[in-house]
């Protein structure tokens, strides 16, 4: 019938898709190629445009559409958050994003992202912990082992040098599957069978559990001095995983200050607490770890330009290989104030 | 290699598919149906979850996302405005749209929106009419005969019954393309020299030019009594098209009035300026036309409920046609919580 021009196609990565190009690139690689593109945004992370999400709440999940552009692209991702799905067979978490050129408008990518979400989640935490990890960290304790951990897992071992991952979910079948899907990595992995146990002689403890109410998943007397704590599993309002007294004594190093304040694990603490954004540590502007008995926390509750990054790579990477296909997204009629005449002409070819 | 369960695949609507579609249905009867749609979606106007759009601006264009949910589905759609695009061979608007189930989180509907925003925005401009424009009305005055003209005049004589339409254009390039996709739909179509000889004996004054600053399509002494003014060429900060002293004498009609005092004609009145929220003129809650010499203006700016009806209508629409296909967007592991396994296992089959 009609031959869309190149203009109105938009180049979309399917999940199939996604999974062909990690496992042609490498999920260590991978991780490591998104640690940098993040990296390199928060390096700039002055310039972008930035908003807290635009989330649409429901008593079952929460939607949330989150956008940011450093004035050449512009990108977004869908997300929603359904803590209930997993018990009807669905994921808690899907997700799909655009990536779109500010100097036209036009899309320029549509990719799934419930995969890519994952990576870069870890990728993420991973940055962050070479910035505030004890130097020569080699164990984490793993806290929640369902679909985050084993992405947590291996980012950590391949950008931070992690050997030892330490396993504790109260659902032992989710500590099977973590241990099963990490045997051949090369991290030793063992199972505990609390988080007491789990948290024995590591160096980061990672938290990521999907409770929805306020949680404590590590008591004040858990947390040693000298750890850095990855905490990623609050992330909405109503949702936190750590006692407070925790939150007091570490130094608290976070993403976006008005997002963090309203989902993350400082939603516990006064509006004026203090805290340190991320970016700064990484441009040198404020210091990260600063001593071995500092305790570090990384109060995560994921950022937009973390998705912008992500989208980024995947634009960068899909060229010249066969991990995408084109869709007849954007009507392009040959006179584009002839929207109606492309219709018309439509029905007679 | 993987195939995903039915779950995971998203309906998807080519601009291709949607042209299919909208020839299938016929497009009056389209604009009929979108119309009886949005004015349902105006009767339950209170139960939405509204929010001004989300904008993304930069020095050529806007990119902006608009979502809403009725609390059983969420609809939001992506569009740019890029004036500048027409000069380039590219459309000033494209867009996109996604409906997903609030109860799930999971996307239903992805389909082209270039297309069916120009049926949502004529739909809605004639539905506004109809409760709006003197009795009898059967002249309309089309100023600016861009992308949207054709569709503003088919809706007005589907829905209105206008049998006669004044083109007028400052390019008569695009008044002689109006003209010619108008030749066989039963209108009779007069093109005019200028703006004062297209209003003659026009009921309604429909004005949609693509100016950026703040212009003036119509002047004062141009509107005299007893006319409806359909204005919805005034979109973002900064454009508009008539007047200030029209809208003093007009009684002023608006979608969402947070939106419409930034984007809309009314941005040249003071915040307090009066005006009236079409929904109640709709539920019998405010009055519309009151009198023969009353100016009534609808000033448009184009809202997401507006792009929810018409989502949730190609929805409906779709089913058991062949206007549409799967994409495999969602990632849908077998055990929700083992997203990393599937991936793994991807690479094996």
Chains 1, 2 share one sequence.
């Not at 990518?109 to 935490?125: D, G, K, N, Q, V």
């Not at 309203?262 to 210091?287: C, F, K, N, R, Y």
Request: proline share 5%; net charge negative; charged share 20%.
């Amino acid at each position: 019938m009609t031959t869309p021009s190149a203009k109105a196609l938009v180049p979309f990565v399917s999940v199939d898709n996604m999974m062909r190009l990690i496992h042609h690139i490498g999920i260590q690689d991978m991780l490591r190629d998104l640690a940098s593109y993040i990296e390199a945004d928060f390096k700039r992370w002055e310039l972008f445009d930035k908003t807290p999400r635009v989330a649409s709440h429901s008593d079952v999940g929460v939607i949330e559409l989150m956008p940011t552009s450093d004035g050449e692209a512009y990108g977004f991702k869908y997300v929603n958050g359904h803590p209930k799905n997993t018990s009807e067979g669905l994921q808690t978490v899907t997700a799909f994003g655009l990536l779109a050129d500010v100097y036209t408008g036009y899309p320029v990518l549509l990719t799934e992202m419930t995969i890519l979400t994952a990576l870069r989640t870890a990728a993420t935490s991973a940055m962050a912990a070479k910035y505030l990890a004890p130097k020569g960290s080699s164990t984490m304790a793993m806290i929640g082992n369902g679909a985050q951990s084993e992405f947590q897992s291996l980012a950590m071992q391949a950008i931070c040098g992690i050997d030892t991952i330490r396993l504790y979910d109260k659902d032992p079948a989710a500590t099977d599957k973590c241990a099963a899907n990490l045997a051949h990595t090369g991290l030793t992995v063992v199972k505990c069978a609390t988080p007491e146990e789990a948290i024995e002689g590591a160096h980061i403890l990672t938290t990521c559990t999907a409770d929805k109410q306020n949680a404590t998943i590590l008591t004040d007397n858990m947390v040693g001095a000298g750890v850095h704590i990855n905490a990623i599993g609050g992330d909405c309002p109503g949702k936190t995983e750590l006692a407070s007294g925790i939150l007091t004594r570490s130094d608290i190093f976070v993403e976006y200050p008005p997002q963090t304040r309203v989902e993350g694990e400082i939603q516990q603490m006064s509006p004026d607490h203090p805290v340190t954004e991320l970016w700064e540590v990484i441009t040198g502007a404020a210091q990260g770890r600063s001593g071995s008995r500092q305790i570090t926390l990384f109060d995560s509750v994921g950022f937009a330009i973390e998705d912008f990054s992500a989208l980024r790579y995947v634009r960068d990477k899909i060229k010249d290989t066969p991990f995408h296909y084109d869709l007849d997204l954007l009507a392009d009629p040959d006179d584009p104030r002839d929207v109606f005449g492309m219709l018309m002409r439509a029905d007679q070819s």
